[in-house]
């Protein structure tokens, strides 16, 4: 008697779990057909910070480059309208496991030109390979400082003119500051996240590319103001709006 | 009022004994569950290996007084040191026979005890055994996790020494300039590059570059190849990255004769000197253009 009912218990909770596992392929095929995808803008509230001008004399070769048109620390860069530029954003949230697995195989570049980091700041996927190029013709030194105890382990490497890329991954999300020790005005940002992700441009609009429908929290990252999260809805084939504004200190 | 004090007193006695049996759970689980009896924790140098719970004590008498219980590198001595004692915890160590990034070799750990570090408050250990020394590179790998997540790297081939020519010596100034050393090295090797006064360790830290004209020994070890392993490696968690991309093999060790040139006489550098004076080699000029 105990061992017929034990059985049939198995037999339902065994056809649970396949219905189970069977609508969510089904519904992971629909939605991969449909995806949405998330947009908005970061701005600032309040005045921008000003940004001190960077002094490159003691390397002529970074001067030079920067001789009509001064350069300036790029910690809050806020664009026409009051777009803050740098921004990453990334869902926090709401993403399945295929989904935070996927790895884009586009190659972004890390460049050094005039002695300063373009772009200022590089977001990438965990186990999404990047490139760090040099334009410039003076050495310089990559040198990225992740915590060592998250398994992103820092690494320091020289990079001559005319030196090939560097050619790296990170294991863990991430925000890693980047700098280099000849130029010590040098900073940038690895910022290494799960899943999609995007930056803002000059105006401080950006679009997370192929989410697919759903519910997810939106997390919006800069490197002086810290993070803001949100909650969005992404429809079948349709934009999902997230805008954010941080408060300037 | 007799039994409600009775009570109170039984009950926080109760609450006593399962905190102190608690913690007393966790120390010996930790300890010797976890780490100590670990394979991560011992130490394989030549055919000596090196137990971490032989080290306990070892550790204690020599190393905590900087290094510290926890092996933060913040034992009591820490404050009125520079450069401060290193950090077990991060395991990022600056003489490595591994690539830049990857963790050192248990010997690395072992030769750096018995080395010290010369310009800093790290003695020479070579007075404990070679046992002694092992065991304590095993008890120094307890204090991460890095150690159970992580292999060493694979130490970097070095070729063997070539015979020292006058373009040898020709070739490494010219490496020395390329890879524009003297901005933080200087063009005399002075370490009075444009870089070097601004020049900070991993944690901030004001750090100098390396005096190749003031007698000081080379960090990581004297001899040729502990002078090529700097530059191909990089010493971590400092300025001095890894030149392993850019620096082939057989012009490193170019670059090694140039370096020993600029040194003054030592027990390595005769012939070094003697071609440099020959030469009449002058200091590197860094206005010439990129080549």
Not at chain 1, 96 to 125: R, W
Not at chain 1, 206 to 219: C, D, K, L
Not at chain 2, 7 to 13: F, P, V
Not at chain 2, 170 to 189: P, S
């Amino acid at each position: 008697m105990k061992h017929q009912r034990n059985r049939g218990w198995a037999a339902i909770l065994a056809t649970l779990v396949l219905v189970g596992l069977g609508s969510l392929t089904i519904s992971h095929k629909a939605s991969a057909a449909a995806e949405g995808k998330i947009t908005g803008t970061v701005k600032l509230d309040g005045t921008a910070p000003h940004m001190k001008g960077i002094e490159m004399s003691k390397d002529p070769v970074c001067d030079k480059a920067h001789a009509n048109n001064p350069a300036h620390s790029e910690n809050v860069v806020v664009g026409k309208g009051g777009g803050l530029e740098n921004v990453v954003l990334y869902i926090s949230e709401g993403l399945s496991a295929s989904e935070l697995n996927a790895k884009p195989t586009q190659v972004p570049i890390f460049d050094q030109k005039g002695c300063m980091y373009t772009p200022h700041v590089l977001a990438m996927d965990v186990g999404q390979e990047f490139k760090v190029e040099t334009s410039d013709p003076t050495a310089h030194n990559i040198h990225p400082e992740p915590n060592p105890l998250t398994g992103n382990i820092p690494w320091n490497q020289s990079q001559p003119p005319g030196a090939a890329p560097v050619v790296k991954s990170w294991k863990t999300p991430e925000m890693i500051h980047v700098k280099c020790n000849i130029h010590p005005w040098m900073s940038g940002w690895f910022a290494v996240v799960k899943g999609p992700y995007a930056t803002t441009d000059e105006n401080g609009s950006y679009t997370i590319q192929n989410v697919p429908p759903g519910n997810y929290t939106v997390t919006a990252w800069q490197e002086t103001y810290g993070t803001q999260t949100q909650k969005v809805t992404v429809a079948a084939g349709a934009a999902a709006t997230a805008n954010f504004a941080f408060k300037a200190k | 009022m007799h039994r409600n004090l009775l009570k109170w007193l039984l009950l926080s006695a109760v609450v006593a004994l399962c905190l102190s049996a608690a913690s007393y759970a966790q120390l010996t689980t930790y300890q010797q569950q976890e780490w100590l009896h670990s394979p991560a924790t011992s130490s394989h140098v030549g055919n000596i290996t090196g137990n971490a719970h032989a080290a306990a004590m070892p550790y204690r008498r020599y190393c905590v007084g900087c290094h510290g219980t926890l092996g933060d590198g913040n034992g009591e001595n820490a404050q009125w040191i520079s450069p401060k004692p290193r950090d077990f915890q991060l395991a990022i160590f600056k003489c490595r026979s591994t690539p830049t990034g990857t963790l050192p070799t248990d010997e690395d750990l072992f030769n750096s005890i018995g080395r010290g570090l010369d310009r800093s408050n790290m003695p020479s250990w070579d007075a404990l055994t070679k046992q002694e020394r092992a065991d304590l590179v095993a008890w120094i790998k307890h204090f991460s996790p890095r150690w159970q997540n992580e292999k060493a790297g694979t130490p970097i081939q070095i070729p063997a020494e070539p015979e020292i020519t006058p373009d040898r010596v020709k070739t490494g100034q010219e490496v020395f300039r390329k890879m524009e050393c003297w901005k933080c090295h200087g063009v005399q090797g002075m370490a009075n590059g444009p870089s070097s006064s601004t020049l900070t360790d991993d944690l901030g830290r004001p750090i100098s570059p390396f005096n190749f004209t003031d007698g000081s020994r080379p960090l990581c070890g004297s001899t040729d190849q502990d002078i090529y392993k700097i530059f191909m490696t990089g010493l971590d968690g400092t300025p001095m990255p890894s030149f392993a991309d850019n620096i082939k093999p057989e012009e490193a060790w170019d670059l090694v004769f140039y370096l020993r040139s600029l040194q003054p006489h030592n027990a390595y550098n005769a012939k070094e000197r003697e071609i440099a004076k020959q030469l009449g080699l002058k200091p590197v000029n860094p206005n010439a253009p990129a080549q």
